[in-house]
Structures are given as structure tokens and as C-alpha cells.
Nanobody, 124 residues
Framework: QVQLVESGGGLVHPGGSLTLSCTVSGFTIDFYAIGWFRQAPGKEREGVSCISGISNSIIYADSVKGRFTTSRDDAKSTVYLQMDNLRPEDTAVYYC?????????????????WGQGAQVTVSS
């Protein structure tokens, strides 16, 4: 059974940092791209970052480049999203998702499996 479980969300002041974790089970993380997406109230879900399987390519949305960092620990079957210099507009529910593709992509249509989401709130 494929499962993705996010953790690490919370409330943080502007300029602060949070790290989200996505722990997967039921498949080998090496052969999947793991993406991070977010959805703010009243907005569509958007891609934030993705790390591909074997090649470890990483891509970021322009809105988070230079502030967010994605990494992966294969031994723990976990992908991390380190978020620094957070802004109020980063407030959203963050989801991790898995796609059986060899490239890194923020195209939501590739993703078959989704976690339950983690709330991130940036507010003073």
C-alpha cells in the first residue's frame, strides 16, 4: 500500500524557517519523482519543488527559488523541504506527491499518489 505522510508544518513568523518531511512507504523512493505542492485558500494547487528519482535533479518554482531547499534521504525513505525566509504569501497547505517518472516536474498531472497535507502559516 502506497503511503506518503507529511510532518513538520506549523505557525512561523515572517522571516522564519520550517522543515517539512515526507516519509513514503509501499514503493522504492529511488524510482519516483517526489514533488512538493501547496494550496492556499481560494487558489489552485501549485508546484513548489520536485526531486527526481535516480538522477536526483531538483527544480523549484520561481516564487521559492533561493529560499526553499529540497533533499532526500533514501535510507529513511524521506524527502525534506527546508523553507527559509518565509513570507505570509507562503501560507498554504503543503502536500508531497509521487510520480513514476524519471524527470523532475511540477506538472501536477504526473502525480498519482498524495499525502494528506501539512498546514504552514506565516504570520506575525
Amino acid at each position: 500500500q502506497v503511503q506518503l505522510v507529511e510532518s513538520g508544518g506549523g505557525l512561523v513568523h515572517p522571516g522564519g524557517s520550517l522543515t517539512l518531511s515526507c516519509t513514503v512507504s509501499g514503493f522504492t523512493i529511488d524510482f519516483y519523482a517526489i514533488g512538493w505542492f501547496r494550496q492556499a485558500p481560494g487558489k489552485e494547487r501549485e508546484g513548489v519543488s520536485c526531486i527526481s528519482g535516480i538522477s536526483n535533479s531538483i527544480i523549484y518554482a520561481d516564487s521559492v527559488k533561493g529560499r526553499f531547499t529540497t533533499s532526500r534521504d533514501d535510507a529513511k525513505s524521506t524527502v525534506y523541504l527546508q523553507m527559509d525566509n518565509l513570507r505570509p504569501e507562503d501560507t498554504a497547505v503543503y502536500y508531497c506527491a509521487a510520480a513514476s517518472i524519471r524527470i523532475a516536474s511540477l506538472d501536477i498531472h504526473y502525480y498519482d499518489y498524495w499525502g494528506q497535507g501539512a498546514q504552514v502559516t506565516v504570520s506575525s
